[in-house]
């Protein structure tokens, strides 16, 4: 939005500029003091003419920028000298009476065009007449033009075919707005040309071709696009040259495997010599790069690989004029690397209801490749990509999925397998008693132990070593005949389950035999 001057523009006849500004005689209703105020009043308000500032005994006076162009937003202001009622106040334009949304002393223009043109003035009634409502001055809107409209030319006017151009845009803007930001626009048959509007007011083609000599024009406007022109319409006289280019590829088929051999051969008819050849290649983001060492109509890449894929295209020069082959499209496929399979939790063990992930990935080959995962042979799923990164598959674990892994995969150049992964999957639901027997085992194994060795150390302190009978001599006591333990020459064992009925055969021999040892402990005692 453009800004004004901070002063207003009141327009007089020169009539009216010559008259005397001294006041005329108030009705007698009216006190003296009024009459002086009024006229101190009317001497305060002066507005700039041509610069200059004037006196004026108008009772309204209507202010305007001093300049007005295309886009601007302009605001009429219409000021009174003497005791207008504001509710009279009335714009006019070429003595219409223009509506207003609601009663105010400025008319608002947000978007100046040639349609506001015309005369301008204000009227309005003082408080304490009745007569007509008084008029302002009129002030002249004449909206001016912003941006002419363009003209169009081609460097050069009249290309050859392949020969680059450049189109410009060329336009001006007044004096007063010199300083305005343009952005150009380029179109042909009234397509847009490159990727917009940009602020160069040139535009470059590489190659234009016979089939291209089409309607061109072009638009210059404003930053916020509000204000713009086009210009005619505009063609080009594309010129057939000479030249005819021929490109062959080996292999035909413009696809190579990597590691293959690529050639490109430029041959081109109808330009005098001497020919000066390069080899240029354009990538995926359509950025051109000029092959170093290229300087000759054949172009050869022994052994291929995944970064010459892309298009390639010749230019053909001859001190003079230069002139670029069509561009040829080459695509490199890459046959798939062997895959690698891994696991989610990085163990071969799971336990029953165990989530379990499987990842495939290969680390080279062109997309869209395609993994599939095997349970011994038999298929699980698949899942193709477009990029790197692998695969996945998710599913639960059960006893019966314990054996060997692995996943393929294939982008249409050969399958590539895995290394087979083995995963065994336990069911605690049937090993939950192993732990409890082997604990109760120890323990009882630990406590039969102690039982016997308290026993024995007691014994012996209790009883000692028998006092001696002096009734009694050695020649009178009995033989002594040695004591045997009866123990028993096998134990009996029987098999654990589960559910505590029976016992298992550890556990029901250590119980025999510790409650042998305890009996024996008694009868020793008793003797």
Known sequence: ????????????????????????PMPGSFPPWVAFTQLWLALLVVTPVNGQYVFSKASLVLQAPP????????VLRCHAKENIRAETLTFYKNDQALPLSRQSSELHIHRASKKYNGQYKCTGKKSWSLSNPDPSNTVSIQVQELVRQ??????????????????ACQTQLPAQRSDTQLQFCFFRNSQALGSGCSS?????????????????????????????????????????????????????????????????????KGVPGPLKFSWYKRDMLNKETKIPKSSEAEFKISEVNSSDAGEYFC??????????????????????????????????????GDLMTLHCQSQRG????????????????????LSGGGASFNFSMSTERSGNYYCTADNGLGAQRSEAVWISVLDMTKNRSIP????????????????????????????????????????????????????????????????????????????????????????????
């Open 1 to 24: 939005m453009s800004s004004f001057p901070d002063f207003s523009l009141e327009l007089f006849s020169k009539q009216e500029q010559e008259e005397s500004t001294t006041c005329e």
């Open 67 to 74: 300049a007005v162009f295309e886009g601007d937003s302009v």
């Open 150 to 167: 363009p003209v169009m030319t081609a460097r050069p006017s009249r290309p050859i075919d392949g020969s680059p151009v450049t189109l």
């Open 200 to 268: 160069s007011s040139e535009f470059h083609i590489p190659a234009i071709w016979t089939e291209e000599s089409m309607q061109y024009s072009c638009k210059a406007e404003t930053m916020n696009s509000q204000v713009g022109k086009t210009s005619r319409v505009f063609t080009i006289p594309v010129q057939r040259a000479f030249a005819d280019f021929q490109t062959r590829i080996v292999p035909a088929s413009k696809v190579v495997f990597e590691g293959q051999l690529l050639l490109l051969n430029c041959s081109v």
């Open 315 to 352: 230019e053909v020069n001859n001190s003079r004029r230069s002139f670029v082959s069509r561009a040829v499209p080459v695509t490199i496929k890459v046959p798939v690397s062997q895959p690698v399979l891994t696991l989610s939790t990085g163990k071969t063990q799971a336990l029953e």
């Open 366 to 385: 062109s997309p869209c490749i395609l993994y599939e995962f095997y349970y011994e042979n038999v298929s699980l799923g698949n899942s193709s990509t």
């Open 436 to 527: 409890m027997v082997a604990g109760i085992t120890v323990g009882l194994l630990i406590m039969a132990v102690g039982v016997f060795l308290f026993y024995r150390w007691f014994s012996r302190k209790a009883g000692g070593k028998p006092a001696s009978d002096d009734s009694r001599s050695p020649s009178d006591s009995e033989p002594q005949e040695p004591t045997y333990y009866n123990v028993p020459a096998s134990i009996e064992l029987q098999p654990v389950y589960s559910n505590g009925e029976d016992k298992s055969p550890l556990v029901s021999g250590l119980a025999e035999i510790t409650g042998y040892i305890l009996e024996q402990g008694r009868e020793d005692g008793k003797a």
